[in-house]
């Protein structure tokens, strides 16, 4: 059965801070994995990655996959309020995406 | 910029009730989702369509219909609603040369008293 587990399940920080998200899978015919950012409403797109040790970028966030140990992380430095969100890591295997249940970060000012 | 609308942001209904989520995108895609949101479970997998009159069950059918009459739209049906149902209903679309990176709606969320 297809699993992927996200930690740490939740996250307090103070704005400023660097943050690291975990995701590990364990997906059959795995072909990408995305990660979302769900505020009070609609997922939004952040990142598709393929290819293993290959870093994406964008502004602030950042992340990177391991398609041999099967995990995933997301980086967010200098974290602002306004990255307070769930974040969702969902592998891609032949036909759907299978999410996590992501990691709620909370960040104060 | 993709758009993803659904027809009710919070919807409350009664045990037995016919219940009729709508979901539209205007940007031509291909194919659109329907999942579910519940606490500690994540999003699971209701229904997809990669085409339209063509549906595929998900993870989760159970209890739940789909219609895809046209393109834009794809509708899901509690034929019968009962409490278990009460959940947040996500919908998505994708195009089809690129099905995993998939645009979400709003969500709607339900309660089924």
């Known amino acids: 059965e297809d699993k992927v587990v996200q930690s740490p399940l939740s996250l307090v920080v103070h704005e400023g801070d660097t943050v690291t998200l975990n995701c590990s899978y364990e997906?059959?015919?795995?072909?990408?994995l995305l990660w979302y950012k769900q505020e009070k409403k609609a997922p939004t797109f952040l990142f598709m990655l393929t290819s293993s040790g290959i870093e994406k970028k964008s502004g602030r966030l950042s992340s990177i996959l391991d398609k041999k140990e099967l995990f995933s992380i997301l980086n967010i430095t200098a974290t602002q309020t306004g990255d307070s969100a769930i974040y969702l890591c969902a592998p891609y295997n032949t036909d759907k995406l299978i999410f996590g249940t992501g990691t709620r970060l909370q960040v104060f000012p | 910029d993709v758009k993803v609308t659904q027809s009710s942001r919070y919807l409350v209904k009664r045990t037995g009730e016919k219940v009729f989520l709508e979901c539209v995108q205007d940007?031509?895609?291909?194919?659109m989702f329907w999942y579910r949101q519940d606490p500690g479970l994540g999003l699971r997998l209701i229904y997809f369509?990669?085409?339209?009159?063509?549906?595929e069950k998900g993870d989760i059918p159970e209890g739940y219909s789909v219609s895809r009459e046209k393109k834009e739209r794809f509708s899901l049906i509690l034929e019968s609603a009962s409490t278990n149902q009460t959940s947040m209903y996500l919908c998505?679309?994708?195009?089809?040369?690129?099905?995993?990176?998939?645009?979400f709606g709003p969500g709607t969320r339900l309660l089924v008293l």
């Open positions: 998505a679309s994708s195009l089809w040369q690129n099905q995993e990176t998939q645009y």
């Open positions: 369509s990669y085409d339209v009159k063509m549906k």
């Open positions: 997906v059959t015919n795995f072909r990408s």
């Open positions: 940007m031509d895609h291909e194919n």
